[in-house]
């Protein structure tokens, strides 16, 4: 058997465009109403639940959507029979599934030609993201890379961008697991974050000139990494004093922070950086330019005359004794794992772990990765019934959940996926691209004039969709789906035998894409408009695969994760 050639696909190009201007409108509607209801957050019992009863294949789809890339028949299988906590530690312990530096080099790219381009970077991305068997550290690298935030576009003063972003989101992963103190260490001077956020290369005050260090970092290593804007209560509820909100810190904090940030620069000779591999190196201390003087925030002193490494480490350590930082890092990697809106009762318990693991260690990523994905309020089937209860799949995602699903490959190993981040022919999202250091969405994003603002409820992701998005995104799909991404194309072997039966098909899709989601209305019209399709022929059913396969992607119930 063999799929139509692409000369082929046109013939039902009238009948897809009628299946998929509805759709579409459809998906765009369902994104500017999904997650209304009250206010009080999403629900569920307290803690682990114990004892569980036989997971469905329906209930390990969800879980995998959640904790990993996407769902296939062998991950959902795995989790029927290891269970969600065996499956996360079967995931925990297998091998890093190589670098996207190696990657880079492998092709070439370390030749002084390509000091000034970042040719291979999204390649070596989409590789890793589409085909690494160690899904759960892939989808927990790309949630860290969307709260402690680098951008390609930023690295800028050293060449080798797609060196320096490839070394970052190794960096990440490589301590996705471990500690978020060490990560906040080695974020802190990792030369990305130095070329990003502003301060490789940042002096002390200059009493001639009255040059000042610059402050960028130390505000956003406090606002963005560690501790927020408010001060919070465990629940990662806003402290209230009379009625307002406090603040976390000041601006006479964030100066004295910036003196701590002062010396740091490039391990290198930047008159011979024709290789990238200070890159991937830790950025060092110049200590003629370093403040050597006292540094006070947050109402804590890192003493003067300190080495700048241990200034380094002292401020690192105040800001990772804050007593914001558990709720605050808990609940954004719950949203970016499993809702938007998780109810304080949630945040408690995950922060509770990352105060202390069980062990006296706080700040132990693998255990509070585990403490959210198998929280009750995460596994709890009644909360696909909750309004409240989900998130909008970031556009990334539901790329993912495709490629994954059908297993997509690149045969010429090029992933020529690119940046996908236009939103009116592409994602609006492509990984390590966004604009800015708050992400391509805000963890507070709050749709305006929408029911989820009247419920006072945040979604994140909705600050990336709208009507041109949506649609863009559609025609993306729809392409990706019936004549691959370059050479990037899915198998689908595995529906060829259903494609003669519209709902059998669509039961399956929905499983497996959607965890059987899809309501019976939205199956039944689906079927209907995937039986409206001539079959009988291969031709024929691939022409059905791709209308159904897309007409899922389009719909409601698969794009509001829940």
């Known amino acids: 058997m063999s799929e139509p050639s692409a000369d082929a696909v046109p013939a039902t190009a009238a009948t897809t465009k009628k299946i998929l201007e509805p759709a579409a409108a459809l998906a765009a509607t369902a994104a500017l109403a999904a997650c209304g209801g009250g206010a009080s957050g999403s629900q569920g019992g307290g803690g682990t639940a114990s004892a569980p009863p036989p997971i469905s294949a329906s209930a390990a789809a969800r879980f995998l959507a959640q904790a990993s890339m996407g769902a296939d028949r062998a991950q959902i299988a795995r989790v029927q029979a290891l269970g969600y906590a065996g499956w996360l530690d079967e995931q925990i312990a297998l091998p890093a599934s190589g670098s996207r530096w190696d990657s880079l080099v492998s092709k070439g790219y370390n030749a002084l030609s390509y000091r000034n381009s970042e040719t291979g970077f999204d390649a070596g991305v989409w590789r890793k993201l589409i085909s690494a068997p160690d899904t759960l550290r892939q989808r927990v690298t790309l949630a860290l890379s969307e709260i402690l935030v680098v951008a390609i576009d930023g690295l800028v003063g050293a060449g080798w961008k797609a060196f320096a972003a490839a070394a970052y989101l190794d960096l990440l992963e490589a301590n996705c697991f471990g500690n978020y103190r060490n990560l906040l260490q080695q974020v802190s ?312 039966n519209a709902p059998a098909l669509l039961d399956e899709i929905n499983l497996v894409l959607a965890a059987g989601q899809l309501s019976s209305a939205t199956l039944n019209n689906l079927s209907n408009a995937v039986a409206g399709i001539a079959g009988g022929s291969d031709a024929n059913r691939y022409r059905r695969i791709y209308a159904a396969l897309t007409l899922v992607l389009a719909a409601p119930e698969f794009i509001v994760l829940k």
């Open 189 to 500: 001077t990792s030369p990305a974050m130095g070329m990003y956020l502003t301060f490789r290369g940042n002096t002390k005050y200059n009493a001639a000139t009255g040059a000042l260090p610059d402050e960028n970092y130390a505000r956003e290593v406090m606002q963005l990494f560690s501790i927020g804007l408010l001060q919070l209560n465990p629940d990662g509820t806003p402290q209230l004093q009379n009625g307002a909100h406090q603040e976390t810190y000041g601006l006479d904090d964030i100066s004295g922070l910036a003196r701590v940030f002062t010396g740091w620069e490039m391990d290198w000779d930047a008159a011979k950086a024709d290789t990238p591999d200070f890159l991937r190196r830790p950025m060092v201390q110049v200590a003629s330019r370093h403040e050597t003087g006292a540094a006070s925030f947050l109402g804590s002193t890192v003493p003067a005359g300190l080495s700048g490494e241990d200034s380094l480490k002292a401020a690192l350590d105040i800001l990772f004794a804050h007593a914001n930082v558990a709720p605050f890092i808990s609940r954004q990697l719950i949203q970016r794992l499993v809702t938007s809106n998780p109810a304080p009762a949630y945040v408690a318990r995950v922060a509770a772990v990352f105060g202390n693991d069980g062990g006296g260690v706080k700040g132990n990523l693998q255990a509070v990765i585990k403490a959210i994905l198998l929280d009750d309020e995460a596994r709890n089937s009644a909360n696909l019934t909750n309004p409240q209860f989900g998130k909008l799949r970031e556009p990334i995602l539901r790329l993912l959940a495709w490629a994954r699903a059908y297993h997509a490959n690149s045969a010429s190993d090029a992933w020529g996926l690119g940046n996908t981040s236009d939103p009116a022919s592409r994602l609006g999202q492509s990984p390590t691209r966004s604009p800015s250091v708050f992400n391509f969405f805000r963890p507070g994003y709050v749709p305006p004039n929408s029911a989820i603002a009247t419920a006072a409820l945040v979604a994140p992701e909705f600050q990336i969709a709208n009507e041109s998005s949506v649609v863009g995104y559609v025609n993306f799909m729809q392409r990706a789906v019936s004549t691959g991404i370059g050479d990037v194309l899915a198998d689908y072997s595995s529906l060829l035998p259903l494609a003669d």
